[in-house]
């Protein structure tokens, strides 16, 4: 790769370019006004009402109330704290969660911590669209379930589990819900009032704000938890130190640019999506992962049968894609999510994620589309010599 110019960047769900709105609003907080939000001096209090601005904007996207909101340095973060603390502050007799085998590995492995320190940790399977069959939560789900924590949209395949129903069937078992909404916040609407949820995570670099925030909706009436982090006491002791000034001015920022912009992003966004996927279908024996009706807009994971991603992947050099497959002590395995939707590991092994964004051109989705196909029929002409 030579420079930065020549992405083409179709990895949006990994993380997003910074808005230049967002870019001009951090820069007087990273020179002139570097304050600390908390002193009491003049310069403190300015950058202080900035803060709340922000918060304020946070607050709006979701339909929540700004105290609701803990900024946090991202998701993992976000979900560490929530998960974490609501179940070590929680003082009856519940001591079951119950998540599912696609969220992502923040999630699964401060479960499986959770599992190790003696919750019961019931891992449910999903339908081969990705989605949760709800009658395998009913199977499960008891006056013992403490916590059901689910993703609003998966990672790799962009499928949108039915949060609002399953927090539904949460509730009337006395189950506290949390979801992890990192990849649906600044793409989806995500209205916690009607979600009717306790507890949601989010991060600001998968929406165009910095990496390095983000974090968490507590819903005012449910459980509260104890920090994660102590220390300064900062965001009224839920999360001690130095708050990132720049970070959430950031991405208050671009909260309040989704608010004005989604309806226009997701359209453009989604034909370009469309038009991706639906010129690569018709490489011979290629298929969609995942539920093509529920599924966000930027999302397209496609199998290539015998077709090895990695290879594809290094092969696109300049054009940035995924694979879910994860590096664990140098063992390559397949990813978690295709595997728990049914797929072989070899199809697995044969699947790429395209997540566009709202930078994402024609011309690069036809140059993309050209040079996949090309190199597809290259690797299948190598195969059968
Ligand atoms: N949850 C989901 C669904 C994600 O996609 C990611 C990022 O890849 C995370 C959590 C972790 O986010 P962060 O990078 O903010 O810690």
Known sequence: MSTSQNYIYLDNASTTKVDDEVIREIIPYLSELYGNSSSAHSLGVEINKKIVKARGNVAKLFNSEPKEITFTSGATEAINTTLKGIVTSNRTKRIQIITVKTEHSAVLDTCKYLEEIGFDVVYLPVLKSGLLDLNELKKVISEKTLLVSVMLVNNETGVIQPIKEITKIAHQFGALMMTDATQAVGKIPVDVKDLNIDYLVFSGHKFYAPKGIGGYYQNSQSLNFQPLLHGGGQEKGKRSGTLNVPGVIGLGKSCEITINETERNKSSVQELRDLLENELLTIEGAFVNGDRENRIYNISNICFPHIDADILIK?????????GSACHSELIEPSHVLTAMGLSNKNAFSSI?????????????????????????????????
Do not use: G, H, P
């Not at 092969?315 to 694979?323: F, K, Y």
């Not at 589309?369 to 195969?383: G, P």
């Open 353 to 385: 994620r395209f997540s566009l964004s709202k930078y994402n051109t024609e011309s690069e989705i036809l140059y993309t589309i050209k040079k996949v196909k090309e190199i597809i029929s290259q690797l299948k002409t190598s195969n059968y010599a």
């Open 315 to 323: 092969m696109l050099d300049n054009i940035c894609v995924s694979n």
